[in-house]
């Protein structure tokens, strides 16, 4: 079955760039989502096909796929984006997969 | 506005079932794939189940294949999941999700509803 894996845990300074990677076998070729999550809340979808970003998100959120990596950068970060972080890939087989979560801190 | 409100949760005996629902509004429900994805309390979000817009179509994940069964009634804006022979490693909070344009990601989620099993 397909994976996707992201890291565990990402640190940014307040008003800095946070990126976040997310790697599966060919990766690139597929399209990759976003979903931010704060504690007791539900998911809220913040990038889908790779770059395209749902009306009400924010422009600092961005996304690119490339190869094996999808990466979700979040441009001048505030203390409200910290949260944790979902990438979501889709396969034929599997076929929507989650990768296990990357906490962003903000410092 | 999306709304999707999930309803039916509950603790529950190991080898039960349970039938969750989830009503929609603020949408042309008869239009959209539909979905479950649950996540064990403090884990990730793993995907359980698919249907499509008029419910001819239908998948589930291999760890709930032959025991869930997702289901929808278009007439009355509701999506359910009826879950039977339940496991301890089923406890988890149950969302449903609507799919995006082309299949491939979820748009508007729930807010959740915890199912317990344990006995």
């Known amino acids: 079955s397909y994976e996707v894996t992201q890291p565990p845990s990402v640190s940014v300074s307040s008003g800095q760039t946070a990126s976040i990677t997310c790697s599966g076998d060919k990766l690139g070729e597929r399209f990759a989502s976003w979903y931010q999550q704060k504690p007791g809340q539900s998911p809220v979808l913040v990038i889908y096909?790779?770059?395209k970003r749902p009306s009400g998100i924010p422009e600092r959120f961005s996304g690119s796929n490339s190869g094996n990596t999808a990466t979700l950068t979040i441009s001048g970060t505030q203390a409200l984006d910290e949260a944790d972080y979902y990438c979501?890939?889709?396969?034929?087989?599997?076929?929507?997969?989650f990768g296990a979560g990357t906490k962003v801190t903000v410092l | 506005e999306v709304e999707l409100v999930e309803s039916g949760g509950g603790l529950v005996q190991p080898g039960g079932s349970l039938r969750l629902s989830c009503a929609a509004s603020g949408f042309t429900f008869n239009k959209f794939w539909m979905h479950w994805v649950r996540q064990v309390p403090g884990k990730g979000l793993v995907w359980v189940s698919r249907?499509?817009?008029?419910?001819?179509?239908?998948r589930y994940a291999d760890s709930v294949k032959g025991r869930f069964t997702i289901s929808r009634d278009n007439a009355k804006n509701t999506l359910h999941l009826h879950m039977s022979s339940l496991r301890a490693e089923d406890t988890a909070v149950y969302f449903c999700?609507?799919?995006?344009?082309?299949?491939?990601?979820?748009?508007?989620w729930g807010q959740g509803i915890l199912v317990p099993v344990s006995s």
């Open positions: 096909q790779d770059t």
């Open positions: 979501q890939a889709w396969d034929s087989s599997t076929p929507y997969v």
């Open positions: 249907i499509d817009s008029d419910g001819t179509n239908t």
């Open positions: 999700a609507r799919g995006g344009t082309g299949g491939y990601y979820f748009d508007y």
